[in-house]
């Protein structure tokens, strides 16, 4: 049905049906075919390796060419791709003429241009714009140091410098209590000689110095020759024991990890680091939105940023130069996010720095008040509500021309953090809790032997 009368006359407006409002719409796309024009980049439209041997379309691949394919299943339309003659994004001069993509869209060259292609305020008014299909933000491409940090204490790493205190601490209270507790029970005095009976003198074997030997050589996993006899000091012997195990095992996991995992140091951590120093050149795209960015940016940050990207030789031509030289070093590229994540799958020597200096989106040009727009934008949705948008990208970011090898590089190389005293600290109150029990005991070895010995002078 197309439409029905709302009166009994005729002459009554006819009401078009949504469906055949909807209908038509695509119909109106369908078997048109559209001149689409892009930019050769990684991996959004690429050449195919065999490309001199085939024509037309077939000459290309990548994220965006499947997607063009996606939204002409939708809507019906025939495509065929272009390059723009100049290699450029868009911008306009200060005639106020526009250059790549965008002047192919104004002058009528295409229909509609796609590509990693920023939406912006100044190009929106020159062309309209579809949904976004991609989000992605300015970030910093860099190189990752080679040299590993070593420091002459690296056997001091596995423990934080408060877990040494702490241990150092329960050394050295352990060593007086059980000098204490050694001192206290009656069963750790003996005679050291029993067969002279009458030169009865007592001896006990925790002395303080000798305290502090029988805790060092349990703590080195070495022990001593001396042996606690009362329950109280077994006790502390036995609690210690643990704490030591538990102590020992811990640094050497650790210290395993400290050796075989490099700790890697970057000399700038975020785009303000970047801004405040001068030793390493940064740049981007030389048309484009990025380079709008930081020129009609207000933030001070970004002012200093541009005021020194002005002043040197900086700007790349492609995204794959502004690559090439972060790759020879002291450089760093700013670019949108999502071809940096493309590059650092495949390039392990290569990595992001910080998080996203703003929000964008990539969408599909067309020539203003073009009916294209708003049924590219609806086919997109589909796109994305199906997850298709999630799985191409998925596709040529995660598997496609040695997507992912890097992946595995980066498991091996997570960081090792020293062990603090929340990963440790319930070893410390075991600790703690034993001693208070050797202590508890030590004084009821006094008070029954003390009782025992007065019973038998009263006796």
Same mark, same amino acid.
């Given at each position: ?76 339309? !025939? ?8 290699? #450029? ?6 005639? *106020? ?12 060259? #295409? ?9 912006? /305020? ?20 860099? !190189? ?7 420091? =002459? ?48 003198? =007592? ?28 329950? /109280? ?43 405040? @120093? ?9 048309? *484009? ?5 930081? @020129? ?29 030289? $972060?790759?020879? &070093? ?13 590059? $650092? ?9 910080? &998080? ?56 091996? /190389? ?12 319930? $070893? ?12 508890? $005991? ?18």
């Amino acid at each position: 049905m197309i439409g029905y009368w709302s009166g009994s006359q005729p002459s009554q407006p006819l009401n078009i049906s949504e469906e055949w409002r909807d209908n038509y719409s695509i119909m109106s796309l369908a078997n048109q075919t559209l001149t689409v024009t892009t930019i050769i980049n990684a991996p959004y439209c690429m050449l195919r390796e065999s490309s001199k041997t085939k024509e037309g379309n077939d000459r290309f691949e990548g994220y965006v060419v499947d997607l063009i394919e996606e939204l002409s299943k939708i809507l019906g339309f !025939k495509y065929k791709f272009k390059l723009v003659a100049d290699n #450029a994004y868009g911008a306009r001069n200060e005639s *106020g003429y526009w250059n790549g993509l965008i002047g192919e869209i104004i002058n009528g060259k #295409a229909d509609i241009a796609i590509v990693d292609l920023t939406i912006t /305020s100044k190009r929106a008014e020159a062309v309209d714009f579809t949904l976004p299909f991609m989000n992605t933000g300015i970030s910093i491409l860099f !190189k990752k140091p080679t040299t590993k940090v070593t420091t =002459l204490f690296s056997f001091l790493s596995p423990f934080s410098n408060v877990v040494w205190v702490y241990v150092l601490a329960a050394y050295v209270g352990v060593s007086c209590i059980l000098f204490i507790v050694g001192r206290l029970s009656p069963y750790e005095w003996d005679n050291p000689h029993p067969c002279r009976q009458e030169d009865f003198v =007592l001896e006990n074997n925790f002395s303080l110095t000798n305290s502090f030997f029988f805790t060092i050589g349990s703590l080195m996993q070495q022990g001593s020759d001396l042996t606690p006899k009362a329950m /109280s000091t077994r006790a502390i012997a036995a609690i210690w024991y643990f704490f030591t195990l538990i102590m020992i095992s811990s640094y050497t996991a650790n210290l395993a990890a400290f050796l075989t995992v490099e700790k890697v140091i970057y000399p700038i951590e975020s785009a303000e680091e970047l801004s405040m @120093q001068s030793s390493i050149e940064y740049g981007c795209l030389a048309s *484009g939105s990025t380079k709008s960015f930081f @020129q009609d940016s207000n933030i001070t940050t970004f002012k200093r940023m541009w005021d020194f990207m002005k002043t040197r030789d900086v700007f790349m031509p492609k995204n794959v130069d502004g690559k090439h030289r $972060v790759e020879k &070093g002291n450089y760093a590229y700013l670019m949108e996010s999502a071809s940096i994540e493309y590059i $650092v799958e495949r390039n392990c020597n290569l990595t992001q720095i910080g &998080g996203l200096l703003d929000t964008k989106g990539y969408g599909i040009a067309t020539k203003k008040h073009s009916k294209h727009r708003n049924l590219l934008s609806q086919a997109i949705l589909k796109l994305q509500e199906t997850g298709r948008l999630h799985m191409l990208k998925e596709k040529w970011w995660k598997q496609k021309k040695g997507g992912g090898q890097c992946a595995d590089e980066g498991k091996k /190389s997570s960081s090792v953090t020293a062990l603090k005293i929340d990963n440790v600290g319930g $070893v410390f109150v075991v600790l703690l809790g034993g001693l208070t029990l050797a202590f508890f $005991v030590a004084i009821c070895e006094f008070m029954w032997r003390s009782r025992k010995s007065t019973a038998g002078c009263v006796r």
